[in-house]
């Protein structure tokens, strides 16, 4: 079992698509089993509806039912999840309930100023994707989320994929004021996903 993780925006279930494509895992996106669980008319419908809305983090045991019951059903035994665990609780819940542990943890580093464009462009009609219920995500990533990804960079299960290029650009001598040297700016741009796929593929080539 592998895991994608990174803040709201970052890439994952972009990612997590590209991989099954070329590799034999099944992809278990939670916040996917959430959204088809308020579908279904569940009666924890409305309580994660209004979680979503509100950027929190739904309690684990329906999260970690949601995804024992998937995984159950792909009929694979290979599995990337994507956006799980949010929390240390989920992450305790769920080795406890399913009993495994990730072989690695693909981590996307995204600055918030390109989570929060990506997101608003996204136009999947989901209502956490406005201003006001990006922030709360961006804070609840950062207050409960972080410390799970620290979690297994302590454990040497951490991947991080660089979403961004380290250019450098040359500047003319015309606009610095010494002639002799052109200053070296570096410049850090956003990869385009196939880019991104190249350093996952890498990973599940290598890894798995
Ligand atoms: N490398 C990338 N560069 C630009 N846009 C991207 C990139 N990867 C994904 N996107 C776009 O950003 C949005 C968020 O991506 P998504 O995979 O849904 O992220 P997450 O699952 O982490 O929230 C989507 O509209 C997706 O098409
Ligand atoms: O394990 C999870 C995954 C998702 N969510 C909720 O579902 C929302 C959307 O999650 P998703 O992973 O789909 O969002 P993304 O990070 O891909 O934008 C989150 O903000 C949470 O409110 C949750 O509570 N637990
Ligand atoms: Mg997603």
């Not at 950062?142 to 991080?160: F, H, Q």
């Not at 052109?182 to 990973?203: D, G």
Request: charged share 25%; proline share 5%.
């Amino acid at each position: 079992m592998v895991l994608s993780l990174g803040g709201p925006g970052s890439g994952k279930g972009t990612q997590c698509a590209n991989v099954v494509q070329h590799f034999s895992y099944t992809h278990l996106s939670a916040g996917d089993l959430l959204r088809a669980e308020i579908r279904s008319g569940s009666e924890f419908g409305a309580m994660i509806q209004g979680m979503i809305a509100e950027g929190r983090i739904v309690p684990s045991e329906i999260t970690v039912k949601l995804l024992c019951k998937a995984m159950e059903e792909s009929g694979n035994d290979r599995f990337i999840i994507d956006g799980f665990p949010r929390n240390e609780e989920n992450r305790i819940v769920f080795e406890n309930v399913a009993k495994i542990e990730p072989a690695f943890v693909l981590f996307f580093d995204c600055p918030e100023e390109e989570l929060e464009k990506r997101i608003m462009n996204r136009n999947q009609g989901r209502e956490d994707d406005n201003l006001e219920t990006i922030k709360k995500r961006f804070k609840v990533f950062v207050e409960s989320t972080l410390p799970i990804v620290s979690y297994y960079e302590s454990k040497g299960k951490l991947r991080k994929v660089r979403v961004q290029f380290s250019s450098m650009i040359i500047l003319p001598s015309h606009v610095v004021p010494d002639p002799l040297v052109c200053c070296l700016l570096k410049i850090n741009a956003a990869k385009p996903s196939e880019e991104v796929f190249e350093e996952v593929k890498y990973l599940f080539a290598s890894e798995t």
